[in-house]
Each structure stands twice: as C-alpha cells, then as structure tokens.
C-alpha cells in the first residue's frame, strides 16, 4: 500500500471516530511518565497543630490555604474558616522561590517534614538564611520545612483565570467529566463561576482505567493549548487537517500537561 494511499485511509478512520483518538496514537512517540503513583498521605494544619508530638519528625502532604508570607522563605497556612485559629508555618526548604498566591482561595500543597521551629538548627541543617525578627510568635511551634510546594486550584479556577497559571506547576483535584480518549479527559469545574471544564493531557496512557465520573489528583503544568508549541516539545508530527480540527476544539484553551495521576484520600 503507498503512502497515499494510507494516509487516506488514516483520515478515514480518524473522521468515523473522531479526530480525538488520533491522541490515542500520537501518546505512544511522548516520553513515557508514570500515572496512578501512590498517593500522598494529606492531612491538615489544625490536626497537626492539635498532635503535634505525633507528627513531629515526619513528613506530611497538607493543602490549605496561605495566609501571609513571612519574611523571604515562609509563610502561614490555615484550614480554620475565616482565617481563624492557630495558624501553622511553612519554610521552603525547597531550594526554589515560591510565591502564594494572591487570592486566598486558591489553596497549595506543601509536602515536607514537621519540625518545631528552632531557626538556628533549621537554618544550618537546610541551608537557609531567616530573619529572625518575623518568625517572633512562631518560635518552638510545630512548622513544616518544605520540600515541595504546588498550587493546588480548582478546575473552574484555572478555567477562569488561565493567564495566572500557564507555565507553573500546579495539582488539581476534580472529578472526571468527560474521557475523549485514553490520553484526552476533562475535569469538571465544580460549578466555579465563569469558569469551565478544564482540559487534561496525559503524556501517555494511565497504568489504571479512569473512569468516568472518578475523583483524580493531576500534578502537571498548565499551559496554552498551541498546536505548534506542543508539536515541537512533544515531537509530534500531526495532519494538517488533524492540525486545524484541535486548534477549534482547543485553540485558546489551558491545558493541564499531566505528569502524575493519584486518586486523592
């Protein structure tokens, strides 16, 4: 058979199904990642603040919402509604610069270890530099010194607001609205206002089936779905037609590039 010939037949088919099970094909070239990893054990900042001899010296996944920055390198997080309670202090110990985000609610992930906060021992064992003078109502309580931190928004958040979160990191918790194919699903966007389903690619098919109405965590970055862009870094090499039938289903839409997939406890 030629290469017309095959190509012809290919479009057929990708017209009868539908030109999003191409991303079924186009997945197998990606570079491979891992999907379903074991979920990280969350709890929260008023758990540990209320048992803190019992989570001290062990590492902890809390997403809540930041509260105010200390200093260069910390901030405070909170669950308590309203902002009340006792709040609980976060040192990124991460190496990379992290700002909170300005709106309150939009919540992040902080993963590290729980410490009581002895700046001298913190600052030498992590490397760090903190100004003293900020952490004052801080000192001898439980903190968490951070390894890794996320924003961890809503679909509808990142949907409504897109520009705010292209080109970073985030994990997003939803439940599955629509799979359009075994790399190609949507996350419902939980009734934010203004703002839609957000769109998922994974760099390759799940190690375990996603179903359909599935409450997933998606760490990944967020980007701007442009065909050439993802054709260049992705090396992919797509049909024209292929080509002009995404950029109207997605053209000027963020997608979230997955790197793991968990379900959330």
């Not at 203004?194 to 098919?205: E, F």
Request: net charge negative; charged share 20%; glycine share 6%.
């Amino acid at each position: 058979m030629n290469d017309n010939s095959e190509r012809g037949d290919f479009l057929q088919a990708l017209g009868q199904t539908g030109v999003l099970v191409f991303l079924v094909v186009m997945a197998m070239v990606v570079r491979s990642c891992s999907f379903f990893e074991e979920k990280p054990t969350i709890t929260n900042t008023s758990e540990i603040a209320e048992n803190a001899d019992e989570f001290l010296g062990n590492s902890v996944t809390i997403k809540s919402r930041a509260i105010q920055q200390i200093g260069s390198s910390s901030f405070t997080v909170s669950d308590s509604r309203f902002f009340r309670g006792e709040p609980l202090v976060v040192v990124n110990a991460s190496g990379t610069p992290f700002n909170i985000p300005l709106d309150r609610n939009i919540k992040v992930q902080v993963t590290g270890q729980v410490r009581n906060l002895v700046i001298p021992k913190i600052e030498q064992e992590f490397n760090l530099n903190m100004q003293d003078e900020y952490y004052r109502d801080h000192i001898n309580k439980p903190a968490i010194i951070a390894r890794y931190l996320v924003l961890a928004p809503q679909p509808g958040q990142i949907t409504q607001r897109p520009e705010e979160y292209y080109r970073r990191q985030v994990v997003v918790t939803g439940e599955v609205d629509n799979i359009r194919s075994p790399v190609l699903l949507t996350l419902d966007e939980n009734q934010w206002l203004g703002g839609q389903d957000l769109l998922v690619l994974l760099k390759a098919p799940p190690k375990v089936a996603i179903n359909q109405d599935q409450t997933v965590s998606i760490t990944g970055e967020v980007r701007p779905f442009v065909i050439a862009e993802i054709e260049k870094e992705y090396n992919f090499t797509w049909d024209l037609n292929v080509k002009r039938e995404l950029e109207v289903e997605y053209g000027n839409r963020p997608v979230l590039v997955a790197d793991t997939i968990y379900h959330p406890s």
